[in-house]
């Protein structure tokens, strides 16, 4: 076999990692470094998981590459093994699911209290995944420069609550960089992806950490005080401090997927820790006699808001918008 037979076998088998995903093209950054617009070969299915993107930011891929006269394209010829991924059931098709990206060393959430504001449920039906894909979650408590004092108050008990659960919070303000540089050294070395409601601030933090991203940012809206959709589509950055980052489309709703209802309590931790003390080893935490996630429910020693997070996702409920302020007394 020649040189140029064996160049053209390599270039028909070039491996890559698909950095950003529009719906029907991919773009993916080969091995060598350089970046290809790529389309699928068929219809890929992975495993029986019947996604909406069934290539998605993240997944190593195989490409053939198609000669074209004006630019070289390619066609995705294979999708590798994923180690992980985060995935949700999509807003309009319950159904069926999305994977907002794969083979992720960790995920930061952002949350705001009020501009827009993330509720409790959100949070922990995004922390159930997380756990569920074994990818460490930290939490962003974005916009801490604009609370008053009995707003802090409030942050500083969320922060409090997901602490003593296990959880790395941490306040900033990608705005005024308070706090970007400890978020910097987490992503040394990693694969990190961002995410949150529209609104939090993603954007404003990638461009914090990356400031030669230039990516787009819009003000909240007045109205709904909601955020407004900057980000289409999960696109991959290099970063210059050898890291990468995901930036994420702003989620809505958050719909848990593909969970018996025995495992659910093993994706909360203090569930989980609890549970060799339960009277039924498939206890579910709800009517059994001598449940030990009840008795430290009723010691105060689990908040309610987590509970009542567990309660829903348990009977299969839709992402609803509960306030940590909002539980009547047990």
Same mark, same amino acid.
């Given at each position: $076999?020649?040189?140029?037979? !064996?160049? /053209?076998?390599?270039?028909?088998? $070039?491996?890559?990692?698909?950095?950003?995903?529009?719906?029907?093209?991919?773009?993916?950054?080969?091995?060598?470094?350089?970046?290809?617009?790529?389309?699928?070969?068929?219809?890929?299915?992975?495993?029986?998981?019947?996604?909406?993107?069934?290539? %998605?930011?993240?997944?190593?891929? /195989?490409?053939?590459?198609?000669?074209?006269?004006?630019?070289?394209?390619?066609?995705?010829?294979?999708?590798?093994?994923?180690?992980?991924?985060?995935?949700?059931?999509?807003?309009?098709?319950?159904?069926?699911?999305?994977?907002? #990206?794969?083979?992720?060393?960790?995920?930061?959430?952002?949350?705001? +209290?009020?501009?827009?504001?993330?509720?409790?449920?959100?949070?922990?039906?995004?922390?159930?995944? #997380?756990? %569920?894909?074994?990818?460490?979650?930290?939490?962003?408590?974005?916009?801490?420069?604009?609370?008053?004092?009995?707003?802090?108050? /409030?942050?500083?008990?969320? #922060? %409090?609550?997901?602490? =003593?659960?296990?959880? !790395?919070?941490?306040?900033?303000?990608?705005?005024?960089?308070?706090?970007?540089?400890?978020?910097?050294?987490? $992503?040394?070395?990693?694969?990190?992806?961002?995410?949150?409601?529209?609104?939090?601030?993603?954007?404003?933090?990638?461009? %914090?950490?990356?400031?030669?991203?230039? +990516?787009?940012?819009?003000?909240?809206?007045?109205?709904?005080?909601?955020?407004?959709?900057?980000?289409?589509?999960?696109?991959?950055?290099? +970063?210059?401090?050898?890291? *990468?980052?995901?930036?994420?489309?702003?989620?809505?709703?958050?719909?848990?997927?593909?969970?018996?209802?025995? =495992?659910?309590?093993?994706?909360?931790?203090?569930?989980?820790?609890?549970? !060799?003390?339960?009277?039924?080893?498939?206890?579910?935490?709800?009517?059994?006699?001598?449940? #030990?996630?009840?008795?430290?429910?009723?010691?105060?020693?689990?908040?309610?808001?987590?509970?009542?997070?567990?309660? !829903?996702?348990?009977?299969?409920?839709?992402?609803?918008?509960? *306030?940590?302020?909002?539980?009547?007394?047990?």
């Amino acid at each position: $076999m020649n040189e140029k037979e !064996q160049a /053209e076998i390599e270039k028909e088998n $070039m491996k890559g990692t698909v950095y950003k995903s529009t719906g029907s093209w991919y773009q993916v950054k080969a091995d060598d470094g350089k970046f290809y617009d790529c389309r699928i070969k068929g219809k890929f299915r992975i495993k029986g998981i019947k996604s909406t993107n069934p290539v %998605a930011v993240g997944d190593r891929v /195989e490409i053939s590459l198609e000669e074209k006269s004006e630019q070289e394209t390619g066609v995705i010829t294979k999708i590798e093994e994923r180690e992980n991924y985060i995935i949700r059931k999509s807003v309009n098709l319950s159904k069926q699911t999305h994977i907002i #990206a794969s083979n992720i060393d960790q995920v930061f959430l952002l949350i705001t +209290l009020n501009n827009p504001p993330t509720f409790t449920t959100f949070i922990d039906r995004f922390l159930v995944t #997380a756990e %569920a894909y074994r990818i460490e979650a930290i939490l962003l408590f974005n916009k801490i420069d604009t609370y008053n004092e009995d707003e802090l108050v /409030e942050i500083k008990y969320l #922060a %409090a609550l997901y602490r =003593e659960i296990g959880y !790395q919070c941490i306040g900033i303000s990608a705005k005024t960089g308070k706090n970007v540089e400890q978020v910097k050294d987490l $992503m040394k070395g990693k694969t990190s992806m961002i995410s949150g409601h529209s609104g939090t601030g993603k954007s404003t933090l990638v461009n %914090a950490i990356e400031p030669s991203l230039h +990516l787009k940012t819009s003000k909240i809206s007045d109205q709904h005080k909601q955020g407004q959709h900057t980000t289409t589509f999960a696109e991959m950055f290099d +970063l210059s401090f050898d890291a *990468r980052i995901i930036d994420t489309p702003g989620i809505k709703g958050f719909g848990v997927v593909d969970m018996e209802k025995e =495992e659910i309590g093993n994706y909360f931790p203090e569930f989980f820790e609890r549970k !060799q003390d339960c009277k039924f080893h498939n206890c579910l935490h709800l009517d059994e006699p001598k449940c #030990a996630v009840k008795e430290a429910l009723e010691e105060e020693e689990i908040p309610w808001s987590r509970y009542k997070s567990y309660l !829903q996702i348990l009977k299969g409920e839709e992402d609803q918008h509960y *306030r940590i302020d909002n539980y009547p007394e047990e």
